[in-house]
């Protein structure tokens, strides 16, 4: 069976992350959070972090193609 769940898992996060990051790039000021006296723009953050998820699983799904488990 050819079937990898990496793909759309990967496929997902990476589109979630992409928007939440250009989010959080446009939209600056709505995104900042003065949580301990310091300003963090938590969807840019956040968005980066499920990018990198996303093309981790790609990454992940792209390399279990070119090596197949042994049967």
């Known amino acids: 069976m050819g079937l990898d769940i990496r ?3 990967g496929l997902m996060f ?4 992409l ?3 250009g989010y959080g ?3 600056r000021a709505a995104s900042l959070s003065t949580a301990g006296g310091s300003e963090i723009n938590i ?3 956040w ?3 499920l990018l990198v998820f996303g093309a981790l699983m ?5 390399n ?3 090596n197949p488990p042994a049967k």
Not at 14 to 17: A, E, K, N, P, V
Not at 58 to 62: E, H
């Open 58 to 62: 790609l990454l992940g799904a792209i």
């Open 64 to 66: 279990g193609k070119k």
């Open 25 to 27: 790039v446009l939209n």
């Open 47 to 49: 968005g980066a972090v």
């Open 7 to 9: 793909w759309p898992i």
């Open 43 to 45: 969807n840019l953050i």
């Open 19 to 21: 928007l939440l990051a």
């Open 14 to 17: 990476s589109l979630i992350g």
